[in-house]
Nanobody
Framework: VQLVESGGGSVQAGGSLNLSCAVSGDPSSTFVMGWFRQPPGKEREGVAAIESGASRTSYADSVQGRFTISQDKDKNILYLQMNNLKPEDTAMYYC?????????????????????WGHGTQVTVS
C-alpha cells in the first residue's frame, strides 16, 4: 500500500486547508484510515479516523468541530478538511492505513494500530 499526502501549506489563523491522501496498491480497500500529526518537538498524535465505507468517524478532542475526515472510495482518496485553523495545529500531517481492521476497535487514534504511512505534508498556521 502506498500513501501520498498533499494539500499542506502556510495559512493564517482562522484559515482553512484541505489535505488529500492518495491510496494505491491495495485492491480490497476495506480498512480503517486515519490522519495523524506531529508538531515540532512533540510526539505524533491521532487527529481523525474513518471506518471502511465511512460508516463512522472519530476525532481528537482538539479538532472536534473544526476538522472533517472523508473519503472518495471510487478514487481511493482520503481527505481532511481543516477549518478555523489555530497556531497549535502547526505540524507535519500524515495519513495512515490500519490494514488489519475495517471497523473501529477503540484504538483508532493510536498510531501503533496503523501499518502503512505516507511521508507527510507540512501545515503551518501563523
Amino acid at each position: 500500500v502506498q500513501l501520498v499526502e498533499s494539500g499542506g501549506g502556510s495559512v493564517q489563523a482562522g484559515g482553512s486547508l484541505n489535505l488529500s491522501c492518495a491510496v494505491s496498491g491495495d485492491p480490497s480497500s476495506t480498512f480503517v484510515m486515519g490522519w495523524f500529526r506531529q508538531p515540532p518537538g512533540k510526539e505524533r498524535e491521532g487527529v481523525a479516523a474513518i471506518e471502511s465505507g465511512a460508516s463512522r468517524t472519530s476525532y481528537a478532542d482538539s479538532v472536534q468541530g473544526r476538522f472533517t475526515i472523508s473519503q472518495d472510495k471510487d478514487k481511493n482518496i482520503l481527505y481532511l478538511q481543516m477549518n478555523n485553523l489555530k497556531p497549535e495545529d502547526t505540524a507535519m500531517y500524515y495519513c495512515a492505513v490500519d490494514h488489519a481492521h475495517a471497523r473501529f476497535t477503540g484504538d483508532e487514534l493510536k498510531d501503533w494500530q496503523y501499518s502503512y504511512w505516507g511521508h507527510g505534508t507540512q501545515v503551518t498556521v501563523s
